[in-house]
């Protein structure tokens, strides 16, 4: 059980950080993801779902900073910008009470991975998919105060998807079963206070789905699923 003074750190790291992240988006040093972005993010696949969905769902990202700061790495590989994953303990995992318990057992417990991005203008931008914002990075490091342990390159990412790509193609046969599953699963978490990219005014994430629905012809995706999976089971009989 966390102490007091544990308590009172976590309390005063929520503050701060609503207190910057709102003056952040109020003054340009915060963003969403914007359109650039998500048209990239459209080519980029996991599991047969585009990064353009995965990365603005906040039940498919949140936990999963490592699988989903890679993706996100992928749509700068192609660029003349400099891109690095970096991992680091981060102020709100490792203040964070729920936390704290499992400290001794594993030094890393609060260890993060962001995408750090240098465009050819100079701006350093900090994409952390958890939160599903865009930060300046000097901002990002006043309320995080991170403790860089590792840092991968672009070339080292590049490898990195090159391997994964020969070892675990996207395979769109298995996709096509996926979609059908985890999108009914995405759609039903719209309007939750957890996901800003279905929030009223926003509805990227509604877009975006509805995108790919008519990219891939989806209805007749669920039929040729519900076709198989009723020949499945009628051979079983």
């Known amino acids: 059980m966390a102490t007091q003074i544990e308590m009172k750190k976590w309390e005063l790291h929520q503050k701060k950080l609503n207190k910057l992240t709102l003056w952040g988006l109020k003054m340009g040093y915060i963003a ?70 499992g400290k001794e057992e594993n030094p890393l417990f609060d260890n993060h991975c962001i995408v750090e991005r240098i465009t050819k203008d100079g701006r350093h ?13 000097k901002l990002y490091w006043l309320i995080e ?31 096509k079963y996926a979609s059908t599953m985890i999108l009914p699963m995405i759609e039903m978490t719209f309007g939750r206070p957890t996901e800003m990219y279905s929030q009223l005014g926003i509805e990227l994430l509604q877009r975006e789905i509805e995108e790919y629905k008519k990219r891939t012809n989806y209805d007749d995706v669920v039929k040729e699923v519900e076709e198989d999976m009723a020949n499945m089971f009628g051979r079983r009989k």
Do not use: W
């Open 125 to 137: 931008l900090i994409y952390d998919t958890s939160s599903g914002l865009i930060y300046d990075k």
């Open 145 to 175: 105060h991170p403790k860089v342990r590792k840092i991968n390159n672009k070339e080292s990412i590049k490898e990195f998807v090159k391997r994964e790509e020969f070892f675990y193609p996207e395979d769109p046969e298995a996709g």
């Open 32 to 101: 969403l993801y914007d359109d650039e972005l998500i048209q990239k993010l459209r080519n980029i696949y996991s599991g047969g779902i585009p990064a353009s969905i995965i990365l603005l769902s906040n039940g498919m990202t949140n936990g999963h900073c490592y699988d989903r700061a890679t993706l996100m790495s992928q749509a700068f590989l192609d660029t003349d910008d400099d891109v690095n994953l970096i991992y680091a303990g981060i102020d709100s995992l490792r203040l964070n009470p729920k936390y704290l318990k």
